[in-house]
Antibody, heavy 121, light 108 residues
Framework: EVQLLESGGGLIQPGGSLRLSCAAS????????MTWVRQAPGKGLEWVSV????????FYTASVKGRFTISRDNSRNTLFLQMSSLRAEDSAIYYC??????????????WGQGALVTVSS | EVVLTQSPGTLSLSPGERATLSCRAS???????LAWYQQKPGQAPRLLIF???SRATGIPDRFSGSGSGTDFTLTISRLEPEDFAVYYC?????????FGGGTKVEIK
């Protein structure tokens, strides 16, 4: 059974940093690209970033480029999102998801339950 | 950036009725890399359709997707009580992989 478990969320002050982790199990992690998607309270889904299966290619939405870094440790079956210079508008539930198709440009077929990040003083 | 516009914003229907949801892209979506997701309150999204018309594993055949280029449609042939939720489209052909704003299907 595919499982994705996010951790590392919490309350952080504006300008601060936070690292989210996503522990994957039930599939061959290094065969799949992985994605982060966020959802602000009461709002729609926003795609944040994707990383290829090897970690060699990464893509970001414009609003986080230069502040967020996606990475993965295939030896530990874990996906990361390092977030810095956090702003109030980054407050959201952050979902980790597996890309089901070939390469990073594919739909997300399994999702974690999400980690809540709140940026507030 | 490819902007996806979903309509209507809210669809009020009764169980057993047919639901037709629209997703329009600001430019042609490469290879029809268009996906549809369902989200219920307090839950993570669930993939329904990928590549515009392929059903994901375990998705009932009352869900179908169609379209190409800039116009895509999700159809639920006969609404079941568990289908009342918010539906999002996402294009996966261009970075950033954008989502539409969602359509809420509510019980009339």
């Amino acid at each position: 059974e595919v499982q994705l478990l996010e951790s590392g969320g919490g309350l952080i002050q504006p300008g601060g940093s936070l690292r989210l982790s996503c522990a994957a199990s039930g599939f061959i992690f290094n065969k799949y690209a992985m994605t982060w998607v966020r959802q602000a309270p009461g709002k729609g889904l926003e795609w944040v970033s994707v990383i290829s299966d090897s970690g060699g290619s990464t893509f970001y939405t414009a609003s986080v480029k230069g502040r967020f870094t996606i990475s993965r440790d295939n030896s530990r079956n874990t996906l990361f999102l390092q977030m810095s210079s956090l702003r109030a508008e980054d407050s959201a539930i952050y979902y980790c998801a597996r890309n089901g198709g070939v390469g990073p440009f594919s739909a997300a077929d399994f999702w974690g339950q999400g980690a809540l990040v709140t940026v507030s003083s | 950036e490819v902007v996806l516009t979903q309509s209507p914003g809210t669809l009020s229907l009764s169980p057993g009725e047919r639901a037709t949801l629209s997703c329009r892209a600001s430019q042609s979506v490469s290879n029809a890399y268009l996906a549809w997701y369902q989200q219920k309150p307090g839950q993570a999204p669930r993939l329904l359709i990928f590549d515009a018309s392929s059903r994901a594993t375990g998705i009932p055949d009352r869900f179908s997707g169609s379209g190409s280029g800039t116009d895509f449609t999700l159809t639920i042939s006969r609404l079941e009580p568990e289908d009342f939720a918010v539906y999002y489209c996402q294009q996966c052909g261009h970075s950033p992989l954008t989502f539409g704003g969602g359509t809420k299907v509510e019980i009339k």
